[in-house]
């Protein structure tokens, strides 16, 4: 995780939106991802940008690409329960064959 | 929609014991990828093979092995097992055509002892 920086823990109000950020140091990435893991799970891949984009919506997650600052977020909007988990923000250079490089995960916690 | 398979989906080995860690991958994905998650921790990248071969290594210490066979399983075999070593151990597999992310299994978890 030493190439991508995340904050460890967020903790918000059921309904309210969560805002999880990560920051990364390739600027040569081009893909970048947020998978979530409940526990005792595997990764489960939420969303991807890629580089060339600035924002990209999927039902409730908006996911904000800023490339000059190397700075990622995932929004997710009307927070619920089911959302607690951990977040990983990763990276992946373009090609083939390529491996991802995932951040610390932010623990998100949603409180009734 | 088929997903990785990892097998088993728990192991209890001691100390100095030898594992064996196997992984299906998706239909048609021709890259497998595995990662050691220990408590706590962020998946930790340790060996790749696309089409069957080695394409990448990660932090992988030189007791685990592992190989891509004709099927396109993969297996992760580690000896001398120690005490670090326990871990949650994930399987991922992708389709080199596209980049959308990885779909990974739900891991095995290694416990030494």
């Known amino acids: 995780g030493e190439d991508v920086e995340q904050s460890l823990f967020l903790s918000v109000r059921e309904g309210d939106s969560s805002v999880i950020n990560c920051t990364y140091t390739d600027s040569s990435s081009t893909y970048l991802y947020w998978y979530k893991q409940e526990p005792g799970a595997g990764l489960q891949l939420l969303t991807y940008?890629?580089?060339?984009?600035d924002m990209k919506q999927d039902q409730r997650l908006t996911v904000l690409l800023n490339k000059k600052d190397k700075h990622l977020s995932l929004r997710i909007a009307d927070t619920q329960t089911g959302d607690s988990a951990i977040y990983f923000c990763a990276e992946a250079y373009s090609g083939g064959y390529q491996k991802v490089t995932f951040g610390i995960g932010t623990k998100l916690q949603v409180i009734p | 929609a088929a997903g990785v398979i990892q097998s088993p989906r728990h192991l209890i080995k001691e100390k100095r014991e030898t594992a064996t860690l196997k992984c299906y991958p998706i239909p048609r994905h021709d890259t497998v990828y595995w990662y050691q998650q220990g408590p706590g921790q962020d998946p930790q990248f340790l060996i790749s093979f696309y089409e069957k071969m080695q394409s990448d290594k990660g932090s992988i210490p030189d007791r685990f092995s592992a190989q891509q066979f004709s099927d396109y399983h993969s297996e992760l075999n580690m000896s001398s097992l120690e005490l670090g070593d326990s871990a949650l151990y994930f399987c991922?597999?992708?389709?080199?055509?596209?980049?959308?992310?990885?779909?990974f299994g739900s891991g095995t978890r290694l416990t030494v002892v």
């Open positions: 991922a597999s992708s389709w080199t055509a596209t980049n959308y992310g990885y779909t």
């Open positions: 940008i890629f580089s060339n984009m």
